[in-house]
Structure formats: structure tokens, C-alpha cells
């Protein structure tokens, strides 16, 4: 998984003069799973279009192997793509939803029959070969969109937000399931969704987006606990994001007081951004703690309990398995390697961090 597949090259796009892309920079390997996640807006689509060849870019390159793809029409690209609204075929049945591309190709009847056999197999849809795909649920008609697409055998497959419309245990599973397909047939998959943690489940690695610029690209993990800013902090997973000042190396003041941290390479007196994660806060004694604040409301969210503790200076969020009770107060603490800090969110982007 080291070969470069796709290149955008300072890709740029304008809508009636208003930019929705400034600047894209990314490659894709071949056979990763790739995600491109943001907020509703952000350009995640029109990035998936520019690659599938139904938009193009007002400036900028899109390789493929190194060789510009840019007035390549997307039916000569090596990519399909799966859209959020599965357009099937409401007058065929399964298989021959799944076989109409190969059809078009004129494959010899038996190949088709063949390849189609085994995308039912793939997508878990064996025996249902001659249903109606209007009587199917909803998961099992994006199966039947996934195979159709794969049956084609691209190199690359595009997918927006493809689970988006199915209810939440259905996009547990289809996650899954995608991740098992993609990972069988070693296709290269660029998928988009606006939920971080569909995207931290199943991507190999992760761009995310705002107003048009990638703010980091990594692995899961790294986007989970190295942030770049506080807009990918926030964005990933919940947090509490805190203006600080670093007062020298791995020395931080917030909330008034000091705290020793982990996180190096900021000059003395500079305005940071510090970030905590919910579940690295732990809730001590008040006596033994670096904080003290009064329990405001606890919410259980199943696994946890969800508490905002106010502080002198600041409403903390918390996630712990104990539950306090409100108007409690208590004290909270965390380890120098959970407190992040941040050079100050740039909302415009610019700041890019690669990190594989
Ligand atoms: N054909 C178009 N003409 C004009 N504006 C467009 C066009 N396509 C997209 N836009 C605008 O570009 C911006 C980015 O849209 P895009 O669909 O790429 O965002 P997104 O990140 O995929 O968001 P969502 O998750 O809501 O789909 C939006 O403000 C959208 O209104």
C-alpha cells in the first residue's frame, strides 16, 4: 500500500466566483481507504466529483498513475461511484441490476453470470438473485448498488456518504461490511461522510476538511490523538479547547494555573489552544486536584456519564463511569500526556499536517 494512485495538485474550484476548494493537495495509494470527512459544506463532495470527472477543477491538476486525468471523461476513468441515493433499477431484479454494465459491455452471458455470482457472494445478497429490488430494505438495496459498482472492477470507488440514508444499527453493520468488501478486493475506496466516527472505524487514513482546505490528513489514531489545530480537536471528538499561553517548554497556564505537559516546539509567552478530552479528565478528591469545580449536570449516555463541571474559569466536559451527583463539588485532574496543545485554530485552514 505505498503507490501513489491519484495526485490532486492545487486543486482549486469556484462556483460563480465563490471558492469551494483553495488549494487541495493530496495523494491517494493504491488500495487504501481513504476518507474525506468536514462539516456540511466543506467541499467533500466537489472533491469526489473532481476525481469521478463530473466537475472540473477551475485550476489544478487530478493525476491517475502520474498522468493528468483532468480532460479524461469519467466514463474512460477507472473509477465508479456509489452515491447516498442508490438509483436502482426499479424494473430488474437483483442480478440483473448488478449485471446492466457488464451488458452494456457485451460480456459473453456466461462471465456475467459468473462475476455476478460472486459480488452476491461478496455482498452478503446469495438467494437473491431474482428479487424484486424494490422489495428489499434499504441496506439491502445499497449492497446491490455496491455490487453493481464493483462488479465493474474500477481501481478506485467513490462513495458519498453511502450509508446516510440507512437507520444507525444498519450503518454499524454496512460499515463493517464495507471495510470487509474493500479490503477483500483491494480496490481503492475515496469515501465522504460528515460523521467522524464513521470515519475513525473504518478509514486507513483520514483528510479532514474546512471551508475548503485540508486541515490534516492521517491515520485514525493520529488524527484522534495528534489534532493539528483545535478545529480538527473539536471536530474528531468531543472536547474542551481552552485558550492558553505556553510559558516555556512543556509548561502551559490555563485556567490560571500551570500545568506540566507532554507537547514541545512552542516559544515561551505564546497564545496556544489547549485541548482535553472529555474522558481524560478524571475526577479526584478536590483535595489531591489541579482543579476544583461544582458538578452542573450529569446526562448518561450509556457506556458513561456525561458531566459539565464549572470551574472558576471554565465549564469542563467530563465522561466518567462514576456518577457524581449535581451540585457536587469535586476535583479534577489530567495527565501532562492527555493535555494537547495547539497553535490557535486558523478557521481559514491553510495549516496542513501529513502525517503517513
Ligand atoms: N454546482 C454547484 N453550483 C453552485 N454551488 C455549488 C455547486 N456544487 C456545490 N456547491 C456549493 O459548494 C459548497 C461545497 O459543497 P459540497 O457538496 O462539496 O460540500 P460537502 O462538504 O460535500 O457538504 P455536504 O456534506 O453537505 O454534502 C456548498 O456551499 C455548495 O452549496
Known sequence: MSKHLIDLVNIKKEFDGEPILRGINLYIRDKEFITLLGPSGCGKTTTLRIIGGFETPTSGDVLFEGKRLNDVPPYKREINTVFQRYALFPHLNVAENIAFGLHIRKMPADEIARKVSRMLELVGLKGFENRDVTSLSGGQQQRVAIARALVMEPRVLLLDEPLGALDLKLRKEMQFELKRIQQSTGITFIYVTHDQEEALTMSDTIVVMNRGHIQQIGTPTDI??????????????????????????????????????????????????????????????????????????????????????????????????????????VGLSVDPFDIHIMHKSEQEGGQMEEKR
Open 224 to 329: 484522534y490523538n495528534e489534532p493539528v489545530n483545535a478545529f480538527v480537536a473539536d471536530f474528531i471528538g468531543e472536547s474542551n479547547i481552552l485558550p492558553g499561553t505556553m510559558l516555556k517548554d512543556r509548561l502551559v497556564r490555563f485556567c490560571t494555573h500551570d500545568f506540566v505537559c507532554v507537547d514541545e516546539g512552542f516559544g515561551e509567552m505564546t497564545p496556544v489552544d489547549v485541548v482535553i478530552r472529555p474522558e481524560d479528565l478524571k475526577i479526584t478528591p478536590t483535595e489531591q486536584a489541579q482543579l476544583t469545580g461544582i458538578v452542573e449536570s450529569i446526562v448518561f449516555k450509556g457506556v458513561h456519564y456525561e458531566m459539565m463541571v464549572r470551574t472558576e474559569h471554565f465549564t469542563f466536559t467530563v465522561h466518567s463511569t462514576q456518577c457524581e451527583t449535581v451540585g457536587k463539588a
